[in-house]
């Protein structure tokens, strides 16, 4: 099985002296990878390039298809220990492991109130111009209470608590 870690550009091509659009990718122990690939490979197994931070960025049956770049590592697996789902969620990969990427539900929650915030400003906004040139409705200067009264909501909410979070309601 291919190991192949932390790659780095080793050296450019000369043609003449003129450089070609070509690049070789050495690993942390000054492994050629197209040497590696073309000895070891033997077209059974697929691959998964793990990013400096420990996640998967690409995956593909053929090696020639994943994105190399510095710092990327490489791992040859066999194709049923790729996890069904690694298309729709983050995984990384440790010591022959594919561990899935759980957010915080801190994070996830921080993430929903910005979004709601972001939301509310754009409702907010037209409603509060209309009041600043004096040409607001009874209407209007009611759904801007309703609105502002949602963003102070918001502000105010406890997302320690998560994910069990009391949302306001979205005024209507």
Do not use: C
Not at 5 to 16: A, F, G, H, T, Y
């Amino acid at each position: 099985m291919i190991t192949f870690k932390n790659i780095k550009i080793s050296k450019q091509v000369l043609e003449d002296g003129i450089p070609l659009p070509v690049m070789y990718f050495e690993d942390e122990t000054g492994q050629d990878w197209y040497t590696l690939r073309d000895k070891k490979w033997q077209g059974e197994n697929s691959f998964i390039a793990v990013g400096a931070d420990g996640f998967i960025s690409t995956w593909s049956d053929n090696p020639n298809f994943l994105t190399l770049s510095e710092g990327v590592s490489i791992y040859e697996i066999r194709p049923e220990a790729l996890p069904e789902d690694v298309s729709d969620h983050p995984y990384s990969y440790e010591n022959g492991e594919f561990l899935k990427f759980v957010q915080p539900a801190i994070e996830v929650a921080a993430q929903q109130k910005s979004t709601l915030l972001s939301q509310a400003a754009a409702a907010i906004a037209p409603l509060q111009d209309a009041v600043d040139v004096d040409d607001v409705t009874d209407e209007e200067l009611a759904s801007l209470k309703a609105w502002k009264k949602y963003r102070v909501a918001l502000n105010r909410l406890d997302l320690s608590a998560a994910p069990v979070i009391d949302w306001p309601a979205v005024p209507e």
